[in-house]
């Protein structure tokens, strides 16, 4: 069975700084991936999605960037956080294979800027 | 852009009272799908609706799809404390693989 994995699951970081939040997708190949955030009592705003490696498209324009070094790998960073980062980061896929676009979130991030 | 306009936003009930969660699309829809969030958690899917008019139940939960597949509901029959979260339909029409969600409504049930 596909599983999701999504880390670390909670972070506390200075404004400035870097952030690195990292997903790994097993049991499946070629899988659509994508980074969606919800801010505190919100609904889910997507950020990225990729359908292969190389190939992010990036929805809301901001100080944060994707990269997909392997097929199964996703990755969320910024090189300096903003207090209105904060929330709750969410890692999830989809198989391209399948109709309907039904994605599967990993248990997500809680990113804390202070 | 295209958007999925979801009401209401909040919804406090007395438990076993019943609940319902609307979602409409200015366009026709090839499919909508259903997710519950439980607080602190994260999204999970729950259904999702492809034919035109169609109706599919899950215990207490009962999901339609509108005739012109352009509107949808998830109606909870006799609520229940483990209920409580926010159900989000979304529209997964997109053939780049987006999906593309409403704004969700929470659900407070009061004991």
């Known amino acids: 069975s596909q599983t999701i994995h999504q880390w670390p699951a909670t972070l506390v970081q200075p404004v400035g700084s870097p952030l690195s939040l990292e997903c790994t997708v097993e049991?499946?190949?070629?899988?659509?991936l994508y980074w969606y955030r919800q801010a505190a009592g919100r609904g889910l705003q997507l950020l990225f999605y990729?359908?292969?490696?190389?190939?992010i498209s990036s929805e809301v324009p901001q100080n944060l960037s994707a990269s997909r070094p392997q097929d199964r790998q996703f990755i969320l960073s910024s090189k300096k956080l903003l207090l209105s980062d904060s929330g709750f980061y969410l890692c999830?896929?989809?198989?391209?294979?399948?109709?309907?676009?039904?994605?599967?979130f990993g248990e997500g991030s809680w990113l804390t800027v202070v | 852009g295209q958007q999925v306009m979801q009401i209401p936003q909040y919804q406090h009930v007395q438990e076993g009272e019943d609940f319902t969660t609307y979602c409409n699309s200015s366009?026709?829809?090839?499919?909508i799908q259903w997710y519950k969030q439980r607080p602190g958690g994260h999204p999970v899917f729950l259904i999702q609706?492809?034919?035109?008019?169609e109706v599919k139940k899950q215990k207490r939960l009962t999901f339609q799809f509108g005739e012109a597949k352009k509107n949808s509901s998830l109606h909870i029959t006799a609520t229940q404390t483990t209920d409580v979260g926010t159900y989000f339909c979304?529209?997964?029409?997109?053939?780049?693989?987006?999906?593309?969600f409403g704004q969700g409504t929470t659900l407070q049930v009061k004991p």
């Open positions: 979304a529209d997964g029409s997109s053939n780049t693989g987006k999906l593309i």
């Open positions: 366009t026709t829809l090839s499919n």
């Open positions: 990729s359908i292969g490696i190389d190939q």
């Open positions: 999830a896929w989809s198989d391209p294979r399948r109709r309907g676009n039904t994605i599967y």
């Open positions: 049991g499946t190949s070629n899988p659509n």
């Open positions: 609706l492809v034919k035109s008019g």
